[in-house]
């Protein structure tokens, strides 16, 4: 029996090649899309997971509410860890981490690294396992953890254990042991370092363990077997008020709200399970992903697998009319409800099987492009792992059960006599039907809103200016084997006087996101005639507001022919106005609340972070504890090809062995809205397959209609109906559809993006006509699918379609 079930529906199927060609389109296309979205999905929430541990691993933070939003950070001074350790006995291990890149030396070779500096514990910690060399590693602090990546390239096939590397630390060298080879890290692991020193090894350490104010390291812990995490998080409050009394008087000074727990400040733990997402304390280095972006890519491939099983139904549907005969004489030869059920669920098996092999394959075929235009890393080999087998396996019998259940439910609900007097196409559409529409309309005009607003937000934030010179300033981060003042001084003298250069200049960090990937910030605060002050600190050389044209707006710039520069300070407008001066320029500002500091000038605000904050107060200084990472050069705007080839050439002479990453500022402020363009081109893709399957579905439907309505249209046209009525007759129900849906899909397209828009301080505001031309595009889309099928029965032989009924 089940044999003659398949050979029947294959013969089926090759019957109806152009409406099973349609269907298995439609659901290989969903499967394809879907498929690579839900592997993203499952690769982003996997981080980190391989940590046999994890549900005991937590991060610290500090939590404030200054100006009624409370603030979180993970940044601590450095004698939280040895205070809090030898203070409470429930923590097991605690390490501190802080990230660094350095030039890693051995014999005549040199590699650019990134070392992290953590304590001895961090291996008790997180699950990192040891490859060759000690077990227990970073038991001296002259050990050096590497990688097996960095085991190879420096030493080849040779033991890397007991070798001793050099390590570049300010102007000189430092040697260490290397004790200990550690696997790579996975690809989903949010360490991902080269290496790991002791912490002791930070510059300044001895002083910075006296240091309570200065914050610039993370810290993880784990807790005895026997403690409760939400009993030792409410314990640290004694903790805050021993070590932190300083903070803690300023901020009832300044009007601060007490945070949760009723304190001013309070110490907390974040569960490093969720540190992938952790986005307000900012995770492992600052770097975490937007927990909402992700359950997205989940929502839209659950909507595109949601279209093509609709879709699936409405051609079987349509298809059922043309099958109803046979239906019926099914029936009369006594074939029972269960022999029809099983004959068209095994035709759904089939189709889904054949659409499931060639959206596998689709999905292998597109998979580079996924991965280079989404920035993602899956493979095709994730969805064999025994977890996302299942899954495949499980929305593949819920597909078809959808998919096959209710087509074959109307075809047995058939009467036979009706049936065999071919009484069946005269049956009026159903509201299953129209729904299944709406639906499908409904998802792909709010993937369009959601489009073109991402795209609107987008454009703006490119173009909107941000009060600096972005597109005629080149960006090149210096080298890590040099010196940044004397590679600075160096350059300017290898350029001066070169007519297309209008300007040089250094700084500590850079603007926007560069080729190196590098992002950091510097806060101070300080107390000024009894209130504190908070604002972004970067360390720059002279002509910086000139080489970047930036607008001073009084006073002036740092110069080469002051030597007083290096006790002076810039302001932006911002700063210069919590001073509550009438004369800002002039004014002695207590710099580090014990470096008095004279503003000698101010400069207008400009986004010197992206859009998605607002300006905030910002202080310039030329301080020799910030290294120049950065060297700026403006050029002329009338050849930038050429000026760029211009300067990369004069950089090599300068530097023969440093490497030339620079990037166009440009570049560097458009990378700051990568997720938000990821996400945009998620949207367009989605938006595009949506239309494409709804469109196959909504031709079907056109086609069933037009079958059902065969002779009233022959009779119309021999009444003397034009063919633009008769083609307004059979889409004007379907347009009606599609404009009900669009409404539907307006408040809460609108709703979802004011929602996404909230992330950024500078934004679009949404406007009614993208709502209108997103309905607009559908009705077009819609009426153009429609028309295909209503003018061939518009045109047809009237005679033909009377005889035919």
């Known amino acids: 029996m089940f044999k003659n079930y398949i050979k029947t529906a294959w013969r089926n199927l090759l019957k109806g090649k152009v409406f099973n060609g349609l269907n298995i389109l439609g659901l290989a296309v969903a499967i394809a899309s879907s498929a690579l979205l839900l592997l993203t999905v499952h690769f982003q929430f996997s981080y980190d997971k391989f940590h046999k541990n994890i549900d005991n691993i937590y991060q610290l933070y500090f939590s404030t509410n200054r100006e009624g939003v409370v603030e979180k950070t993970g940044s601590m001074p450095v004698p939280v860890t040895p205070a809090i350790k030898a203070e409470y006995p429930e923590i097991k291990n605690i390490s501190r981490l802080e990230g660094g890149v350095t030039t890693v030396a051995y014999g005549d070779k040199e590699l650019e690294e990134s070392i992290n500096f953590v304590d001895q514990d961090f291996f008790k910690i997180f699950t990192i396992p040891v490859a060759a060399g ?124 007490p945070v949760a727990n009723g304190d001013l400040m309070s110490l907390n733990l974040a569960s490093f399970k969720d540190n992938h997402f952790n986005t307000e304390v900012g995770g492992v280095e600052g770097y975490a992903v937007n927990k909402t972006s992700i359950i997205g890519l989940l929502v839209i491939a659950i909507f595109i697998l949601i279209i093509a099983c609709i879709n699936f139904i409405n051609l079987a549907v349509a298809r059922s009319f043309t099958r109803a005969r046979e239906v019926g004489v099914r029936k009369t030869l006594g074939a029972g409800k269960w022999d029809l059920l099983s004959q068209f669920w095994t035709e759904t098996i089939m189709v889904c099987l054949i659409a499931l092999a060639i959206g596998i394959a689709l999905a292998s075929v597109i998979l580079p492009y996924f991965n280079a235009n989404f920035k993602s890393t899956i493979k095709l080999g994730m969805l064999f792992h025994p977890a996302q087998l299942l899954t495949l396996i499980g929305l593949f019998l819920l597909i078809t059960v959808i998919a096959g259940f209710y087509p074959a439910l109307l075809m047995m609900r058939y009467k036979t006599v009706q049936v065999l007097k071919g009484s069946v196409s005269t049956a009026k559409p159903g509201k299953v039907r129209n729904i299944l529409l709406v639906v499908q309309f409904s998802i792909a005009t709010l993937l369009t809103i959601c489009t073109l607003i991402t795209r609107q937000q987008i454009n703006y934030v490119r173009n909107k200016p941000l009060g600096f010179n972005k597109s005629e300033v080149l960006s090149i981060p210096i080298d890590h084997g040099l010196n940044g003042a004397q590679a600075l001084q160096l350059f300017r003298n290898q350029v001066a006087g070169e007519k297309q250069i209008v300007g040089v200049t250094g700084a500590y960090r850079n603007l926007g996101l560069g080729n190196d990937g590098s992002t950091f910030t510097s806060i101070t605060g300080f107390n000024y005639k009894g209130h504190e002050i908070r604002s972004h600190i970067y360390s720059v050389s002279y002509d910086y507001l000139k080489t970047l044209d930036i607008k001073l707006l009084d006073g002036r710039e740092f110069s080469k022919d002051f030597a007083s520069d290096s006790n002076a300070v810039l302001v932006n407008q911002k700063m210069a106005s919590l001073l509550q001066v009438n004369k800002p320029v002039g004014t002695m500002v207590p710099y580090d609340d014990k470096h008095p500091k004279k503003v000698i000038g101010v400069f207008a605000d400009y986004n010197f972070r992206s859009l998605h904050d607002k300006i905030e107060p910002l202080t310039l200084v030329m301080d020799k504890e910030f290294p120049i990472n950065y060297v700026f050069v403006r050029v002329r705007p009338n050849s930038l090809s050429a000026s760029y080839d211009f300067i990369k050439e004069k950089w090599h ?57 065969t002779k009233e249209i022959g ?79 518009a045109i047809a032989n009237p005679v033909k379609s009377i005889k035919s009924e």
Not at 137 to 150: C, D, R
Not at 162 to 176: A, P
Not at 662 to 677: D, H, I, P, V
Not at 683 to 703: D, E, K, Q, R, T
């Open 134 to 257: 000690s077990k227990t590693p970073l038991v001296s602090q002259n050990e050096l953890v590497i990688t097996k990546y960095v085991a190879k390239a420096l030493f080849n096939n040779a033991d890397p254990v007991g070798k001793m590397v050099r390590m570049k630390f300010g102007e000189g060298y430092k040697s260490f042991i290397v004790s200990s080879v550690i696997e790579d890290f996975p690809e989903n692991s949010s360490i991902n370092a080269d290496g790991f020193i002791r912490f002791e090894n930070t510059p300044g350490y001895q002083q910075n363990l006296k240091v309570w104010d200065n914050r610039n390291h993370s810290v993880f812990l784990s807790l005895t077997d026997n403690a409760d995490p939400a009993v030792f998080e409410s314990k640290l409050g004694k903790f805050v008020k021993a070590h932190f009394k300083e903070d803690l008087n300023n901020l009832k000074r300044d009007g601060a709200k």
């Open 715 to 793: 009779i119309r046209k021999v009444l003397g109906a034009s063919v633009s009525r008769i083609v307004l007759l059979v889409s004007s129900e379907f347009i009606t559809l599609v404009i009900v849906a669009a409404i539907i899909a307006m408040p809460i397209a609108w709703w979802l993006m004011d929602q996404w828009l909230q992330n950024f301080a500078y934004r679009v505001s949404i406007q009614w006509w993208v709502f209108a031309l997103a309905t607009l595009l559908a009705v077009i889309i819609a009426a153009l699918t429609i028309s295909v099928q209503a003018i061939r029965a």
């Open 653 to 709: 002479q300068t530097f023969p062995n440093a490497d030339f990453n620079a990037s166009w500022l440009e570049q560097n402020t458009e990378k700051q809205y990568r997720n938000e363009q990821r996400l945009a081109n998620i949207f367009n893709s989605a938006s595009i397959i949506a239309i494409f399957i709804s469109c196959i579905g909504l031709l079907a439907m056109s086609v069933m209609v037009i079958l059902q309505r």
